[in-house]
């Protein structure tokens, strides 16, 4: 066919090819029967070849050692190196085997072997003892009474003396220390006041053991110690109580306010009508919980203030129904509150209860009904009170109706900042046994030390993961100084806990908790920029896509010539 | 007639709380005044005044207030919002000497106890913050470039002790661009311990509140000290609101009936018992009229008559209170009051590039010179020229009217300009005073998304000076302006990186090519390249379908 085209075509065609025939220094041979006005091109140079390959080796080289680096560089994410492996440890719960040796001196003066009930009673207590972290170690009081520097703190004394003739065994806790009383029967036998002793001291800290062992092991997704594991002996049946409590346990732990060392008291009192305009609730404060606040302050401080609310209305879903006393017309009765009324008793959207700390603020509300909603009761609650996990505790209160209603005096708050004050201690996680106090905010500072390590570990987790699955995140180097400082602290607390200084090891796992977090709220980490694939490649494929495309065909051609300049020569020898 | 202008004015005073119970209905008070202004409007000022303590203990000073001042260390508070525009011709001066007004949208200024600059800027935010979570305003955005320290403006109202007033630093702020709405009332009646449930504030209801000409919420708090040393902390919330119906020609000739029930949707819901008990003095409502006028009142409430054209009321607990003026013709209007200056404001000059400002400041006095400070906070991207300022009265330039400039020069993206010019106008004298600015280019990410529409510049602050002690004691705000910068495309980056990068592409390409390519003659091209073969191919087909179409008549 290219016969039949005129001269005229082929010119243009030629021509054509001409612009582009640099592409291809390869004559492709059919080729040349196609154009009848043929001159074969003066033959390419040693040295032109030579020029050009030259040239296209330099070009990449400034392109790979200059441009790639360049656009490397400017592109990079900051990420601070993390020790990785530990975090995950941590976060495994495999770093530290937290334990809680409890001592608890023995003070025997009168019992004439108190070595030998000693070693049978830990012998019991050891047998017993399913949950071996938290175990207790009992050791004779030597009378001396000086306290080395850095010795692990007394969890409790036990003091052994003579009961009354023909009583059994029993023991009394005083509620302001952490003196335990014992009373033997005097007719006794070491068996029977071994036994005892083990199940008091037992009883006296199992609510502590089952929290902490809850902690523990939520924490940890590896198998925790199973409690079947144990032995079967002991028969002190504090395995049965154990597996019941586990609910019982979990709504506790459900209730408690986030560990910080510093807590905002809020004391409101809502009133639904102009009065009363004052309450004593100073004074109340100082007089009624200022003895337990000043007693927390080792595991944490409290900062207080107060409001009254006038004219503070339920919200509308609240409809309180009316109860007589008795079937008889006009009769007195009470206004009565459902379970399901108390979740939304409080009207968030038009009471103002929040606060502006940088820490969690606990809501105490008295609220006062008006008068035709007088007196509300809450039929399942003895004290007109319920608590709200994690946020704080509500009590109705009706004023009697007789009495001047326009002030709240100080005896007429005592029992709401009773109530107040047990609601507290419920909702930091003190436990509700035993009667002793000291020994109950002991557990509750070893509760916090286990709560703290678990969740700065668990944090340590989390960014820990959150760095291996946004790799476009940047990690600032003081993300990386937060967590090595944490994993410090999480080292100390453990060997602190491990030797049984608790305060200590609190205040270690304060600061890796608030390490963990200043790491993992990092704003610049969090503050990622979005910036998807797709737009990458708009904006770099307008420069990498004309620039690349004849870089990479030249590099082609020329490694393609080489190649088979390298073939001819083989074929010539 | 309808509301027209109503300011209403609340205020909240804190004082310490050692006092015994019975006294303490004093810490709280609130009374409204209704006055008629010319061209049938009416102005509605609120004022309610709470004491509260220092300490951590509330009753009817707000906690959330009382908590957010302690944490930043805010000795004196002073925060307004305002809506509309008061027409000083017609309704003359304002109430409370100006003070409870601020300009456009929100105002706020603040004495805080600080060592230095930077930790008073530190606590500045932190109030900043805390106040636009409370108030649900845009607050928090009130950082540097919209804050100024004034010199001359303003004095601290409240009592401070000698070596505590040299630890106060004041700080101004505005957001000129601040729509004040029912989201900003809502918190502010909380504030109040009847809550708009019961007292005058049941009439502060948004739904018709906001139809007003002019409205202003203003908040402050300051600490009042007795004589004998005894301090307590006072909190002013005053809310003045003019509104009116003047639509139809006939309003200057009657004047037209109005009820409280009318206005604001419903009447009073009894008095607020937590109010100070009524005295003589102190009275819950009064209404300044024209003596001719005749009003009817709802049954119990008490009257009090103070002047013939003030009467006031005293309401009673649980019962509503409605007020009904019955038509009167012809018009009775009072006397209006003239304020000591007339203040207006408006942007000169053309194009993108440079503007000007004129300020027109008239002594309306006929016998005494004024003399006041005029205040600008300019934002960075207008950069003025103080050499082009100027005040001329009649055309003549006077170099007597500019008394004193503190001018602080705006940082790029860092503080704002801030010009004080003191000022001194002759009784009768109408003052211009102008000055020429450049208008700067924003960066891409700096316009706002609708940035066609413009900027807002603050309203000028004019406070009048008393002219024995140089003390502020009135204050006008002029409108806040309207903008408009050089606004470019917004989808100019991208059309850069491919612009850009095709020029450099081309360049790249054209270099690499001489400097890789052989160069031969046109004839001498052996065969083609992959173009010049798919060339040849579509020849190929175009000439064997041009015989096959030739050929197609023949086979027919």
Same mark, same amino acid.
């Given at each position: 066919m290219s016969e039949r085209l005129g001269p005229n075509v082929v010119?243009?065609?030629?021509?054509?090819?001409?612009?582009?025939?640099?592409?291809?220094?390869?004559?492709?041979?059919?080729?040349?029967?196609?154009?009848?006005?043929?001159?074969?091109?003066?033959?390419?140079?040693?040295?032109?070849?030579?020029?050009?390959?030259?040239?296209?080796?330099?070009?990449?080289?400034?392109?790979?050692?200059?441009?790639?680096?360049?656009?490397?560089?400017?592109?990079a994410i900051y990420r601070a190196p993390l020790p990785l492996k530990e975090m995950q440890s941590w976060a495994d719960g495999r770093a530290c085997r937290a334990e809680f040796p409890l001592l608890i001196e023995v003070e025997a003066p009168t019992l004439p072997d108190p070595e030998?009930?000693?070693?049978?009673?830990?012998?019991?207590?050891?047998?017993?003892?399913?949950?071996?972290?938290?175990?207790?170690?009992?050791?004779?009081?030597?009378?001396?009474?000086?306290v080395e520097d850095g010795e692990e703190s007394v969890a409790a004394t036990l003091r052994l003396s003579q009961g009354a003739t023909g009583s059994p065994h029993s023991y009394v806790l005083s509620p302001s220390s952490r003196a335990i009383d014992l009373f033997y029967s005097p007719s006794y036998n070491p068996t029977s006041l071994s036994a005892f002793v083990a199940s008091t001291l037992q009883e006296i800290f199992a609510e502590e053991q089952q929290m902490i062992s809850y902690l523990l092991a939520s924490s940890a997704p590896a198998p925790s110690p199973s409690p079947s594991s144990g032995g079967g002996n002991g028969g002190n049946g504090v395995k049965v109580v154990n597996k019941v409590n586990t609910v019982e346990i979990a709504r506790k732990m459900s209730r408690i306010v986030k560990y910080s060392p510093m807590y905002h008291l809020t004391f409101s009192l809502f009133t639904a009508a102009g009065d009363p305009s004052s309450w004593e609730i100073k004074e109340a404060v100082s007089e009624y919980l200022q003895p337990l606040?000043? +007693?927390?302050?080792? *595991?944490?401080?409290?900062?207080?203030?107060? %409001?009254?609310?006038?004219?503070?209305?339920? /919200?509308? @879903?609240?409809?309180?129904?009316?109860?007589?006393?008795?079937?008889?017309?006009?009769?007195?009765?009470?206004?009565?509150?459902?379970?399901?009324?108390?979740?939304?008793?409080?009207?968030?959207?038009?009471w103002p209860l929040v606060s502006i700390t940088s820490y969690p603020t606990i809501n105490f509300i008295i609220y006062i009904p008006a008068t035709d909603q007088s007196p509300l009761m809450i039929p399942t609650s003895s004290t007109n009170a319920f608590l709200l996990p994690?946020?704080?505790?509500?009590?109705?209160?009706?004023?009697?109706?007789?009495?001047?209603?326009?002030?709240?005096?100080?005896?007429?708050?005592?029992?709401?900042?009773?109530?107040?004050?047990?609601?507290?201690?419920?909702?930091?996680?003190?436990?509700?046994?035993? +009667?002793?106090?000291? *020994?109950?905010?002991?557990?509750?500072?070893? %509760?916090?030390?286990?709560?703290?390590?678990? /969740?700065? @570990?668990?944090?340590?987790?989390?960014?820990?993961?959150?760095?291996l699955a946004l790799p476009s995140i940047s990690i600032p180097s003081s993300v990386s100084t937060s967590v090595s400082s944490t994993l410090t602290s999480l080292t100390a607390a453990c060997q602190e806990l491990r030797h049984g200084r608790f305060g200590d090891a609190l205040e270690e796992g304060r600061n890796a908790e608030e390490q963990a977090e200043k790491a993992f709220f990092e704003k610049s980490m969090v503050g990622q920029v979005y910036f998807p694939e797709e737009h990458k490649v708009a904006v770099y494929l307008p420069l990498m896509g004309p620039v690349g495309a004849p870089l990479l065909m030249a590099a082609l051609k020329e490694i393609s010539r080489l190649v088979r300049a390298w073939k001819a020569s083989k074929l010539k020898k | 007639?309808?509301?027209?202008?109503?300011?209403?004015?609340?205020?909240?005073?804190?004082?310490?709380?050692?006092?015994?119970?019975?006294?303490?209905?004093?810490?709280?008070?609130?009374?409204?005044?209704?006055?008629?202004?010319?061209?049938?409007?009416?102005?509605?000022?609120?004022?309610?005044?709470?004491?509260?303590?220092?300490?951590?203990?509330?009753?009817?000073?707000?906690?959330?207030?009382?908590?957010?001042?302690?944490?930043?260390?805010?000795?004196?508070?002073?925060?307004?919002?305002?809506?509309?525009?008061?027409?000083?011709?017609?309704?003359?001066?304002?109430?409370?000497?100006?003070?409870?007004?601020?300009?456009t949208g929100v105002e706020l200024w603040a004495w805080v106890d600080a060592a230095d600059d930077a930790e008073a800027d530190a606590r500045w935010t932190t109030l900043n913050n805390a106040l636009s979570g409370l108030f649900c305003a845009s607050l928090n955005f009130i950082d540097s470039t919209r804050t100024i320290r004034p010199v001359m403006s303003f004095q601290p109202a409240g009592h401070h002790s000698p070596e505590g007033l040299e630890r106060l630093h004041l700080l101004h702020g505005t957001l000129p661009r601040e729509p004040v709405c029912t989201e900003n009332l809502t918190p502010f009646l909380k504030l109040l311990p009847c809550k708009g449930k019961a007292g005058i504030s049941s009439l502060l209801d948004g739904h018709r509140l906001f139809d007003a000409q002019w409205q202003s919420m203003s908040i402050d708090v300051k600490p009042v000290c007795e004589e004998d040393g005894k301090c307590q902390l006072q909190m002013e919330q005053t809310k003045p609101y003019a509104g009116g119906d003047s639509c139809f020609p006939l309003s200057g000739v009657t004047d037209l009936p109005w009820s409280l029930s009318e206005m604001f949707g419903r009447p009073i819901r009894g008095s607020c018992p937590l109010a100070v008990v009524p005295t003589e003095e102190a009275t819950h409502v009064c209404v300044?009229?024209?003596?001719?006028?005749?009003?009817?009142?709802?049954?119990?409430?008490?009257?009090?008559?103070?002047?013939?054209?003030?009467?006031?009321?005293?309401?009673?607990?649980?019962?509503?209170?409605?007020?009904?003026?019955?038509?009167?013709?012809?018009?009775?209007?009072?006397?209006?009051?003239?304020?000591?200056?007339?203040?207006?404001?408006?942007?000169?000059?053309?194009?993108?590039?440079?503007?000007?400002?004129?300020?027109?400041?008239?002594?309306?006095?006929?016998?005494?010179?004024?003399?006041?400070?005029?205040?600008?906070?300019?934002?960075?991207?207008?950069?003025?020229?103080?050499?082009?300022?100027?005040?001329?009265?009649?055309?003549?330039?006077?170099?007597?009217?500019?008394?004193?400039?503190?001018?602080?020069?705006?940082?790029?993206?860092?503080?704002?300009?801030?010009?004080?010019?003191?000022?001194?106008?002759?009784?009768?004298?109408?003052?211009?005073?102008?000055?020429?600015?450049?208008?700067?280019?924003?960066?891409?990410?700096?316009y706002p998304p609708d940035a066609n529409r413009g900027f807002d510049?603050?309203?000028?602050?004019?406070?009048?000076?008393?002219?024995?002690?140089?003390?502020?004691?009135?204050?006008?705000?002029?409108?806040?302006?309207?903008?408009?910068?050089?606004?470019?495309?917004?989808?100019?980056?991208?059309?850069?990186?491919?612009?850009?990068?095709?020029?450099?592409?081309?360049?790249?390409?054209?270099?690499f090519n001489i400097l890789v390519r052989r160069f031969v003659g046109a004839d001498e091209v052996i065969g083609g390249g992959l173009v010049s073969k798919i060339r040849g191919h579509i020849m190929a087909f175009a000439a064997k379908r041009g015989r096959a179409g030739g050929d197609k008549p023949k086979t027919e």
């Open positions: 010119a243009t065609i030629a021509s054509a090819a001409s612009a582009v025939a640099a592409e291809s220094k390869i004559p492709p041979e059919s080729a040349a029967s196609v154009y009848r006005k043929k001159k074969p091109p003066p033959p390419d140079t040693p040295e032109g070849t030579r020029t050009r390959s030259l040239v296209i080796l330099s070009f990449w080289i400034v392109v790979i050692t200059v441009g790639l680096p360049l656009w490397w560089i400017t592109t030998n009930l000693l070693k049978t009673v830990q012998h019991a207590l050891d047998d017993a003892n399913d949950f071996s972290a938290h175990h207790l170690r009992l050791r004779l009081s030597t009378n001396s009474s000086q606040l000043d +007693a927390l302050g080792g *595991i944490s401080g409290f900062t207080v203030d107060s %409001q009254i609310q006038f004219y503070a209305s339920l /919200s509308s @879903s609240v409809v309180p129904t009316w109860v007589p006393d008795s079937e008889e017309e006009g009769s007195s009765g009470k206004y009565s509150l459902k379970k399901e009324d108390l979740s939304s008793f409080i009207n968030s959207a038009e994690q946020w704080g505790g509500v009590m109705i209160h009706n004023p009697p109706a007789e009495t001047d209603n326009t002030h709240l005096t100080k005896e007429a708050l005592k029992p709401a900042l009773d109530i107040f004050a047990t609601q507290l201690l419920s909702l930091l996680g003190a436990p509700t046994h035993p +009667a002793s106090l000291p *020994i109950r905010l002991d557990s509750l500072t070893r %509760q916090r030390s286990a709560e703290l390590l678990v /969740s700065a @570990s668990s944090t340590l987790g989390s960014l820990y993961r959150l760095t | 007639m309808r509301l027209l202008s109503w300011p209403s004015v609340t205020q909240l005073l804190l004082a310490p709380l050692v006092i015994a119970s019975a006294s303490e209905y004093n810490d709280y008070s609130e009374n409204l005044l209704l006055k008629s202004l010319p061209g049938n409007s009416l102005l509605a000022s609120f004022r309610f005044v709470s004491n509260g303590t220092f300490d951590s203990h509330h009753s009817v000073f707000p906690r959330s207030l009382a908590q957010i001042l302690q944490q930043s260390q805010t000795k004196e508070l002073h925060l307004k919002f305002t809506l509309g525009r008061w027409d000083a011709e017609q309704w003359g001066r304002q109430v409370w000497d100006g003070r409870t007004a601020g300009g300044n009229i024209a003596e001719q006028r005749s009003i009817f009142v709802s049954q119990g409430s008490e009257e009090r008559k103070k002047s013939p054209e003030l009467r006031c009321f005293i309401l009673h607990e649980n019962i509503d209170f409605d007020i009904v003026l019955p038509e009167l013709s012809p018009s009775t209007n009072l006397l209006p009051t003239t304020p000591p200056v007339y203040a207006s404001r408006s942007l000169t000059g053309h194009g993108q590039e440079r503007g000007g400002i004129q300020a027109v400041l008239n002594n309306p006095s006929s016998n005494s010179t004024v003399e006041f400070v005029y205040l600008e906070s300019l934002p960075w991207f207008m950069k003025p020229y103080l050499h082009t300022l100027s005040a001329t009265i009649s055309g003549k330039d006077d170099r007597n009217i500019i008394q004193d400039i503190y001018y602080r020069p705006a940082l790029d993206r860092k503080r704002g300009t801030q010009l004080e010019v003191r000022l001194r106008v002759p009784p009768g004298e109408t003052v211009l005073l102008n000055y020429e600015f450049d208008k700067a280019v924003l960066r891409y990410t700096e510049i603050a309203p000028a602050v004019i406070s009048i000076l008393d002219p024995a002690s140089q003390k502020s004691t009135f204050s006008i705000r002029t409108t806040s302006l309207l903008l408009s910068l050089p606004t470019p495309d917004f989808s100019m980056p991208y059309n850069v990186i491919i612009l850009t990068s095709t020029v450099m592409a081309l360049a790249f390409g054209s270099i």
